[in-house]
């Protein structure tokens, strides 16, 4: 991790800067645009957002067994016991957890809520054991510890404009924070499927003739079109609650949200130029998109902390 951020941020002890950076290095090698859009933000608070992202990605990383040989059982119990281990650090102040270590000191830091992990624990094992959602209602408590929380943790970290609560904001980012994790869904429905899993609503589904089948046959007919069609107008809506609460941000802020939300409501477009064909390729947004995005919110922020 670059050295300024973690001084900026009143990071002095090596066992913590070294937590911070490996947090650092799950965030560059698994959310691309999540990281990019963090490069906005004042380099006393980048390390904090990675702290937070590490926390989640760890768990994720497990959950879906990337590179791994774990059986669903030793999954439930290694998230079961890292969950209440992490809790117990909370409580403490400390961590020797290569990830927790510097987690802890963020929340500790934020005075983050511990439900805030108790719900994103709880959705991590139910990715174990549930495979679908009967309906919308049932898959937003998922999504609430999976994405929402997520929001809802970044706010202390963005700060806000004076008069305004983090409370107040606190809304908005949930919204935005379920936006993003719907927009991975419609993009990821295909290598969901094969993981055994689908995130689109049961009732969605019957709503547009489209059974699991259906889609494990990979044809993206009208059907399907229609129920992905569906899917992107409802998330857009949700992007469009959360762009009111942009202006209760500290102005630091608003570049890494507006440009993460350009990229990740640039999921949508994408998917939508393909043709809907998501069941057997993943869509993305271009790193030439990524960068028109982004470049011209980092020039904005480096002339602004020059200033």
């Given amino acids: ?66 590179g791994s040989t774990l059986t669903d059982t030793e999954k439930a119990e290694w998230l079961v016991g890292w969950g209440e281990r992490f809790l117990v650090e909370v409580a403490a102040g400390r961590s020797d957890h290569e990830i927790n270590r510097a987690v802890v000191h963020t929340w500790r830091q934020f005075d983050l809520p511990v439900a805030y992990a108790e719900a994103f624990l709880t959705s991590m094992r139910m990715d174990l054991t549930v495979t679908g959602y009967a309906t919308y209602d049932d898959l937003m408590t998922y999504v609430y510890g999976s994405a929402a929380v997520i929001g809802l943790e970044m706010v202390p970290v963005l700060g806000t404009v004076p008069g305004v609560t983090p409370e107040e904001a606190l809304p908005y980012a949930a919204d935005l924070g379920v936006a993003f994790q719907l927009s991975n869904f419609l993009r990821d429905v295909g290598e969901d499927l094969r993981r055994g899993r689908v995130y689109l609503p049961q009732e969605d589904l019957d709503a547009f003739g489209v059974t699991r089948d259906h889609l494990l046959a990979g044809v993206v007919d009208g059907r399907v079109r229609r129920l992905l069609a569906f899917e992107i107008a409802r998330t857009r809506e949700l992007y469009r609650a959360a762009a009111a609460g942009e202006r209760l941000l500290a102005p630091e802020s608003r570049d890494c949200i507006r440009v993460a939300t350009r990229l990740y409501g640039g999921i949508l477009d994408a998917i939508e130029q393909a043709d809907y064909r998501v069941l057997q390729q993943r869509v993305s947004v ?15 922020a480096t002339r602004a902390r020059r200033r």
């Fill in 1 to 66: 991790m670059n050295g300024r951020e973690l001084d900026a941020a009143g990071v002095t002890d090596p066992g913590l800067r070294a937590s911070y950076d490996a947090c650092r290095r799950l965030n560059a090698a698994h959310g691309r645009t999540y990281y990019l859009a963090t490069r906005l933000l004042p380099p006393a608070s980048r390390p904090h957002v990675h702290a937070l992202y590490g926390f989640a990605r760890y768990a994720d990383e497990i959950v879906d067994d990337l």
């Fill in 286 to 300: 271009g790193l030439g998109r990524r960068f028109a995005v982004a470049g011209p919110g980092l020039w904005r």
